[in-house]
C-alpha cells in the first residue's frame, strides 16, 4: 500500500531567508516598541475583552464629540496616540495570528505524511528484520523502542 502525501512542500533557501528576514524585520520594529511583561504584570493588566472595547469606542467617540467634558488630567493626544497603537497592533496581532495558524496547519500535514512514511519504513524494517536481512536487525533494535505494544497487545519483548 502506498501511502497518501498529503502535501507537497520545498522552500527554496531565498524563501526561507525572505520569510526570515521579513519576521526579523517585524520584529526589530516591535521590540523597540513594546516592553516585556512578567506574568505577574500579564495578570495584573489583564486584556480588554470585547464589551470593554467597545466601552473604549463609544468613550473616544464622546470625548471627540465633547472635548470639554474631558478632566484635564487625560492627555487627548496621548490617548489617540494610544487608541491608534492599540488598533495598529491589533491588526499585526491579526496578522501573524493568520501566519501562524497557516504555518502550523502546514506542519500539521508535513507531520502526518512523515510519521505515515516512518511508520510504513518501521512495518518494511521488521519484516526485514524477520528475513535476518543485512542491516535490517540493527535497524530494527534501534526503532523498535519508539514501539513497545505490536498488534496483539504484547510488548515486542514478551513475544520472543
Do not use: C
Not at 500500500?1 to 533557501?13: A, E, G, T
Amino acid at each position: 500500500m502506498i501511502n497518501d502525501d498529503l502535501i507537497q512542500v520545498v522552500f527554496s533557501s531565498e524563501e526561507k531567508e525572505i520569510a526570515n528576514q521579513a519576521l526579523r524585520t517585524l520584529l526589530g520594529v516591535i521590540k523597540s516598541k513594546a516592553p516585556v511583561l512578567s506574568n505577574v504584570d500579564r495578570q495584573k493588566y489583564g486584556s480588554v475583552a470585547e464589551q470593554n472595547k467597545l466601552i473604549i469606542n463609544k468613550g473616544r467617540t464622546y470625548i471627540n464629540q465633547f472635548p470639554e467634558l474631558l478632566p484635564s488630567f487625560i492627555d487627548r493626544e496621548e490617548f489617540e496616540h494610544d487608541f491608534k497603537a492599540r488598533s495598529d497592533a491589533e491588526e499585526l496581532i491579526m496578522l501573524t495570528e493568520e501566519v501562524h495558524r497557516t504555518l502550523t496547519d502546514l506542519k500539521i500535514l508535513l507531520d502526518y505524511d512523515n510519521f505515515q512514511d516512518t511508520l510504513a519504513f518501521y512495518r518494511s524494517i521488521r519484516y526485514k528484520a524477520s528475513e535476518k536481512i543485512t542491516n535490517a536487525v540493527t535497524v530494527y533494535n534501534e526503532m523498535k523502542q519508539f514501539f513497545p505494544h505490536s498488534s496483539n497487545g504484547k510488548t515486542e519483548t514478551e513475544e520472543k
